[in-house]
């Protein structure tokens, strides 16, 4: 009788234990999905790359809302991106603007950083970037650039594909 009761009064705090632990460990993920702000595209209907960046957004995280424009140029000027930066889509993230196929990782670290600034761009649509994945040795290197409103934009993160970084190695060393 004792024996059970001995069972019983370390059962029900372990089980307690568990319990809370699974349920804090719900909440944790919950809480990171929950801190990720919606993600809002404009593309064109056919743009088949932009909805591989979308895909690429989605996997890290984000939950995404896609709208569908035939003309992107009326957004990109209400968002404060100047055509010279233009890419194929733009998009809106908390405060911030997006142009092109910016990758996640730079999304979360301009959202955690919060720096006075209108958003990221990638100009054109640079191979090997996220959404533009293509054979290895064929990528270029691009730069996810800081635009600020009145001064300069700024590189924000800088992407080199293996190759080019070599390239660069190669041409410091002579
Ligand atoms: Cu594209």
Avoid at 1 to 13: D, E, G, N
Avoid at 68 to 94: F, M, N, Q, T, Y
Avoid at 148 to 156: F, G, I, N
């Amino acid at each position: 009788m004792q024996h059970r009761i001995r069972i019983a009064l370390f059962a029900v705090p372990l089980l307690a234990f568990l319990s809370g632990g699974i349920v804090f460990a719900q909440t944790g993920a919950d809480a990171r999905a929950r801190n990720l702000p919606l993600v809002e595209v404009y593309k064109n209907p056919y743009c088949g790359c932009c909805g591989g960046w979308v895909a690429h957004m989605e996997k890290a995280g984000f939950t995404v809302k896609v709208h569908e424009v035939e003309d992107l140029a009326p957004l990109r000027k209400r968002l404060g991106i100047p055509d010279e930066h233009a890419s194929c889509h733009s998009a809106k993230v908390g405060a911030y603007a997006l142009e092109g196929h910016v990758p996640a990782d730079d999304v979360k670290r301009l959202l955690t950083e919060k720096p006075q600034a209108i958003g990221l761009v990638v100009p054109g649509m640079p191979a090997g970037s996220p959404g533009m994945e293509i054979p290895s040795g064929a990528a270029e290197p691009y730069a996810s650039l800081l635009l600020k409103r009145d001064a300069p934009t700024e590189v924000y993160v800088r992407h080199e594909n293996q190759e080019s970084a070599d390239k660069r190695q190669k041409s410091k060393a002579k």
